[in-house]
């Protein structure tokens, strides 16, 4: 098989491991979108380990496209509540959010000084 074919077949196989892992449920729990995501990370994991060949211009492309899709679906699955939660505890967590980032500022000042 020439290394066009060996991509291709790659990115489907851990594609589809990827969405049945994350139809997969354990006690209510599942992976979802974040499957695709492991698998892609373990297949690549395999791939580096054995040599397989890939075409290296076509692998930059599918990097960015995975991360792309994984971030869109994301956001798809998180959006809607996203904004509820938003409107109803929004302001406080931004608060604590923004105390948590000026305290990191506080003691990496301190630790910077002495």
């Keep these: 098989?020439?290394?066009?074919?060996?991509?291709?077949?790659?990115?489907?196989?851990?594609?589809?491991?990827?969405?049945?892992?994350?139809?997969?449920?354990?006690?209510?729990?599942?992976?979802?979108?974040?499957?695709?995501?492991?698998?892609?990370?373990?297949?690549g994991y395999f791939i580096k380990k054995y040599n397989i060949p890939m075409v290296a211009d076509s692998m930059a492309f599918i990097q960015l496209f995975g991360l792309v899709l994984f971030v869109y679906t994301i956001g798809i699955e998180v959006g809607p509540g996203f904004f509820a939660s938003l409107k109803k505890s929004g302001l406080k967590l931004n608060l604590i959010a923004t105390a948590v980032v000026i305290l990191d500022v506080i003691i990496a000042i301190f630790f910077y000084k002495f």
């Design 1 to 43: 098989m020439d290394n066009i074919t060996i991509t291709l077949l790659a990115i489907a196989i851990i594609s589809t491991a990827g969405l049945a892992l994350g139809n997969l449920r354990l006690k209510n729990i599942s992976l979802g979108v974040g499957g695709v995501l492991f698998t892609g990370i373990f297949g």
